[in-house]
């Protein structure tokens, strides 16, 4: 028999496996703050368990982080981790520290199949959804492993004990965007219990505006989103027509401007933000005319096809990659973009590039992934990349 990955568990699936080996619910919840709160991966450390329940649990289950081929710490702090998911599939997560916040950028499949023009994982194809353990070993490792760095740099943040004390620890992470490689709302399953452990106080303890699923835009995933846990939603909207977003954002075809623009007005009524963040990314001669940004502003406006909505724009500076046979817009191009929308009356951001020294941008992710996925597969026979991995944080 395999052992249960206790990492693929929202509390009460915890609180229902516990509970079919004769425990208490009240032992789930210590069992989960060990785990999530305090990066524990032996039953062993968790004192203060019956020495019963940890001898039960390490018969049958584990706390399974996922192995990690690579990790480059960017000289703006940036820090990017690379998962074996196996098979030859790497998974890349991306932590961004802000002067007030921590974001982790997280992954949610191994490829995708929506197949976006100027994505590199969409130029990758779908290899496989990510299973909810999947999805949060990453933030499981980022949060724990991040702690122990700043633990050996300012030792005071963690109390005199440390990790090993009792004190409760500074959390590092604040904010989760789910924008890593993947479509979330295609592995909804999956997705849905990691959202929840995020959010769990004896988990993550994150509040539902500092989470974020980005969409490309399954229209019925939304509201069930919206139904069942509205967290921020960011949509990646690329193009003001459905002559433009069709061939950059295949499912466009499936779900329109006008179905998608309704969804966000749905999503607006459950959601813990009182706007949608819309992603653009600027691609020269695509989409970056000011005609475009006028046409953006009567798309979402009251005269639009599901009247005004509302939200905020941030444009994404493209990141080239060769096969896309796309360019990055001009900087004066995407200022003058901003302009126009900005004089709209719309908030509107253009994202900072961070971690450009190792490659953490948005959508450079997967090709490089798969470059060096082929190349694990050809080193896993040698010791160095042996030595270089590790399942600790
Ligand atoms: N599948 C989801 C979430 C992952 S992609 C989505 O599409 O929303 C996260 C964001 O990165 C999306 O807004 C996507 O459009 C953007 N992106 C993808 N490839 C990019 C690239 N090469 N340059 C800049 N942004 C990119
Ligand atoms: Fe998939 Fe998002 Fe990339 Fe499109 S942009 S291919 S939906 S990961």
């Given at each position: 028999m395999t052992a249960v990955n206790l990492l693929d568990f929202d509390l009460d699936a915890l609180a229902a496996y516990c509970e079919r080996l004769g425990e208490k619910r009240f032992r789930a919840v210590q069992l989960f703050r060990w785990i999530h709160q305090r990066g524990a991966t032996d039953?062993?450390?968790?004192?203060?368990?019956?020495k019963s329940l940890r001898s039960k649990l390490s018969g049958v289950a584990v706390?399974?982080?996922l192995p990690v081929i690579s990790e480059h710490?960017?000289?703006?702090?940036?820090?990017?981790?690379?998962?074996?998911?196996?098979?030859?599939?790497?998974?890349?997560?991306?932590?961004?520290?802000?002067?007030?916040?921590?974001?982790?950028?997280?992954?949610?499949?191994a490829g995708c199949a929506v197949g976006c023009r100027f994505c590199s994982t969409g130029h990758q194809g779908f290899s496989r959804n990510l299973s909810t353990g999947e999805i949060l070993a990453q933030l499981w490792y980022a949060e724990h492993s991040l702690r122990r760095h700043a633990a050996t740099r300012?030792?005071?943040?963690?109390?005199?004990?440390?990790?090993?004390?009792?004190?409760?620890?500074?959390?590092?992470?604040?904010?989760?965007?789910?924008?890593?490689?993947?479509?979330?709302?295609?592995?909804?399953?999956?997705?849905?219990?990691?959202?929840?452990?995020?959010l769990d106080d004896h988990g993550?303890?994150?509040?539902?505006?500092r989470v974020t699923v980005s969409t490309s835009g399954v229209v019925p995933m939304m509201d069930r989103l919206g139904a069942d846990l509205p967290v921020a939603l960011a949509v990646s909207l690329h193009a003001p027509d459905d002559a433009l977003r069709d061939p950059l954002v295949p499912i466009n075809r499936k779900y329109p401007l006008a179905e998608l623009l309704g969804a966000c007005q749905r999503y607006l009524k459950t959601a813990p933000r009182d706007?949608?963040?819309?992603?653009?990314?600027?691609?020269?001669?695509?989409?970056?005319?000011?005609?475009?940004?006028?046409?953006?502003?009567?798309?979402?406006?009251?005269?639009?096809p599901v009247g005004r909505v509302p939200c905020k724009f941030n444009l994404i500076p493209f990141n080239?990659?060769?096969?896309?046979?796309?360019?990055r817009s001009k900087r004066e191009q995407v200022?003058?973009?901003?302009?126009v929308l900005i004089e709209g009356g719309l908030v509107t951001t253009v994202r900072k590039t961070r971690g450009d020294d190792i490659d953490a941008a948005c959508g450079q992710l997967a090709g490089e992934v798969q470059d060096r996925t082929r190349a694990v597969v050809r080193m896993t026979r040698g010791p160095v990349l042996a030595a270089q991995r590790s399942d600790q944080p």
């Open positions: 039953f062993e450390q968790m004192t203060d368990l019956a706390i399974q982080p710490a960017s000289t703006d702090g940036t820090v990017k981790w690379l998962f074996d998911v196996g098979a030859g599939n790497a998974v890349e997560a991306v932590f961004i520290p802000e002067d007030d916040r921590g974001t982790l950028c997280v992954s949610s499949q300012t030792p005071h943040r963690l109390g005199p004990q440390g990790l090993q004390g009792t004190q409760p620890v500074e959390r590092v992470i604040t904010n989760v965007v789910m924008m890593g490689m993947g479509e979330p709302l295609q592995n909804y399953a999956a997705v849905l219990p990691a959202l929840r452990v995020m993550y303890g994150l509040s539902r505006r706007f949608i963040t819309f992603e653009y990314c600027m691609l020269d001669g695509v989409n970056d005319t000011e005609a475009h940004a006028r046409a953006l502003l009567a798309l979402v406006g009251s005269q639009g080239p990659f060769p096969a896309s046979g796309l360019l200022e003058a973009f901003a302009r």
